[in-house]
């Protein structure tokens, strides 16, 4: 049987990326994460595009070169059409066709909420896929989503968020402690050594399976201001413990949603992806929940996680298998559904 070889490009928002696949089996991912947006405190959508301008040529030479094919083998070539900043879209798009257009092979368009959960379908030693039906819980800094997956293309987002996704909660109270940008990641760290009971806050009410971090937001806001006034040196003096408590809070959400969705659908195999699920509260949980409830979670590989473009080429593997291929009028869609 023929190889088939994947070119994955991957430019929804900040990071430029290109993956090449053989069959299920990654080559090479390489990932240009731009820096420029750490100075502002998030990504600034003007910058992130121009920057894919810059990058798309190189990362996509890189990814060919250690992969050690030439690009005449390449079988088809897959972009993210969606969801995502539209000017950072357009520059994956418009490579990706040019490049189809010139070598002559189809082109694939992939919906990147789908690529979040088919990451799991990477090929990889010692990585478990889960099997059909299973529940998805995308969260990172952009998204916040419990997706029912009955199989690779049949997805049903049981629930959502309806304001901020969760990496925004941790990177937006992280502003508001004075941490560098992304502040997940230190968040984290300090919540390890931290009190997780010493700080009460607000859970939101929100019906079923959606989730909002807006009002968590404010109210970490708020109280950071209101004991600050009281004690200048209250961030500095209780920072684990405000960390501790802020993950405690926002891990309670999401397991309790995940609850909620297993307890709805009957379905206990829960994989989880997004830069979020590095998160060692949600890691943590999942264990507890594998010995207290029976469940079986699947987490794959971090740089699989994160945005990358190896989760857009294993996409575009299944829908070559499938002979489902894009016309060359597709165009990139900043709110693209599952
Ligand atoms: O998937 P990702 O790299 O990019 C987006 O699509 O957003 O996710 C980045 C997000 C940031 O909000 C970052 O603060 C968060 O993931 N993050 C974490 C951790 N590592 C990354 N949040 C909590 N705990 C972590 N260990
Ligand atoms: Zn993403």
Redesign the pocket.
Known sequence: KENIYILGIESS?DDTSAAILCNNRILSNVVADQKIHAEYGGVVPELASRAHQQNIVPVVHQAIEKAGIKKEQLSAVAFTRGPGLMGSLLVGTSFAKSLAYGLDIPLIDVNHMQAHILAHFIDEDNHKKPPFPFLAMTI????TQIVKVTSHFNMEVLGETIDDAV??A??KSGKVLGLGY????E??RRAQIGNPKAFQFTKPKVDGLNFSFSGLKTNILYFVQREVKANPNFIEDNLNDICASIQYTIIGILMAKLKLAVKQTGINHIAIG???S???GIRKALKDAEDKFGWTSYIPKFEYT??NAAMIAIVGYLKYLERDFSGFDVMATARLKI
């Open positions: 928002c990172s800094g952009g998204h990496g925004e941790y990177d992304p502040a997940g990641p968040i984290d997004g830069g979020v590095a998160n060692s994160t945005d």
